[in-house]
């Protein structure tokens, strides 16, 4: 069984700052490279910041680089995720969604995504 719990996002001012939280429960979470993934309207799902397993390294979309800053902590089955979004710009909002790098895990015999948490950045 898996499950993703994104939280934190909000409305926000242009320069504010957010905090995104990530439950991932399942150890396919625990024991994989993790990231951060936005959709905008009418746009593809694009991948803005990862963490390795461990947390030896990071990659940033060129976009967020220098702004956001990902992290990581792992328990039993489980990975915490998070993101520190600071000089937040209005072309960030979107839907916020946290899962695994490259094939992420199928339930039913779909891609299994979370809920997703709405950032909005207004100018």
């Known amino acids: 069984q898996v499950q993703l719990v994104e939280s934190g996002g909000g409305l926000v001012q242009t320069g504010g700052s957010l905090r995104l939280s990530c439950v991932g429960s399942g150890s396919i979470f625990e024991i994989n490279d993790m990231g951060w993934y936005r959709q905008a309207p009418g746009k593809q799902r694009e991948l803005v910041a990862a963490i390795t397993e461990h947390s030896e390294r990071t990659h940033y979309a060129d976009s967020v680089k220098g702004r956001f800053t990902i992290s990581r902590s792992n328990a039993r089955n489980t990975a915490y995720l998070t993101l520190q979004m600071n000089s937040l710009k209005p072309e960030d909002t979107a839907v916020y969604y946290c899962?695994?790098?490259?094939?992420?895990?199928?339930?039913?015999?779909?891609?299994?995504w979370g809920q997703g948490t709405q950032v909005t950045v207004a100018s």
């Open positions: 899962n695994t790098i490259g094939a992420v895990p199928s339930v039913g015999g779909k891609p299994y």
